[in-house]
């Protein structure tokens, strides 16, 4: 995939594919929740999201002729780093803060990551933007804050929620810091090996923690279409739509590609009013407008990948 400046390209869909399947995500794991703790939906969900990902990246290297584990072998460190944080620390990080304050709270500190992104990316030198484009990522993360505050019920900042708010400040520092490192691996390395050993390191740490939940399950209770909630989520949401992500990471850089995180707060709005008849209120649909003015500005006036790394190793 390639990026062409003011165009929308193959990057764009594909990004634009993976907001809805994690917009998606949100109704569709409610119906996860309510009988099965989130540790052990993790459990199950990455534990298919590694096996989808093993096979397709088995089928690659049987075109390509590459040994399996020769990202291992060149990359590991980096490979498990990347694992630590983006498969356990943000997810972990995650749930404990969305556990513990309000949602629309923790969407709103979530919807902060493409800022960490920017941030990390200039300080490793992987990234460099120009003063317009850190006006549009500033435009996008206020579009989803008009989202979040369009329903300012779920909106807490109250002390007794101090600290699922710092679990989840935690946890969009993890975010960013993963995608902004994620760059230099995924230029190479194939970005579904980088995805799938990602989530290899990671699984064994998510099921020692979920291991302990296992009996807080009323397993008469977990029927059909919860299991198929779970494969979605498993299979697409930490599945295919980590690899849409790590390949656009490699094809258009993190920080461009990060700041389609904040349209997910959006398309997680409209998948909840299309499948459950969740409330929609104009100044939300205001705020999504302002995501995506931000999103075409950040298109615009951001350097395509090549004539970046030229400048950024001159």
Known sequence: MHY?????????????????????????????????HPYVINTFRFS?????????????????????????RTHGLKLAFLGLTGTVFYQVLFIIGVNATAAGTAAL??????IWTAVFGVIFGTERLTPAAWAALGISLFGTAVVVAGGSSTISLAPGTLFGNLMMVAAALFWGLYTALNRPVVQQLDPVGVS???????????????????????????DAWVWAAILYSGGLSTGLAIVIWNAAIRAVGSSYT???????????????????AEPVTWLQISGGAFIIGGLMLMRRTREPVAAAERRISG
């Open 4 to 36: 062409s400046k003011g165009r929308f390209s193959m990057s764009d869909a594909s990004l634009l594919l993976a907001v809805m399947i994690w917009g998606l995500n949100f109704p569709v794991l409610k119906a996860t929740l309510s009988v099965m």
């Open 48 to 72: 298919i999201s590694t096996l989808v990902l093993g096979l397709i990246y088995a089928a690659r290297l049987r075109k390509s002729g590459e040994p399996f584990w020769k990202p291992v």
């Open 109 to 114: 500190i979530m919807a902060s990551a493409p």
């Open 196 to 222: 799938f050993f990602n989530l290899l390191v990671g699984l064994p740490v998510l099921i020692v923690i979920g291991l302990p939940y296992f009996d807080t399950v009323v397993w008469a209770d977990v």
């Open 258 to 276: 990060a700041a389609f995180n904040n349209l997910v707060p959006f398309a997680a709005l409209m998948m909840s009013y299309l499948i459950l």
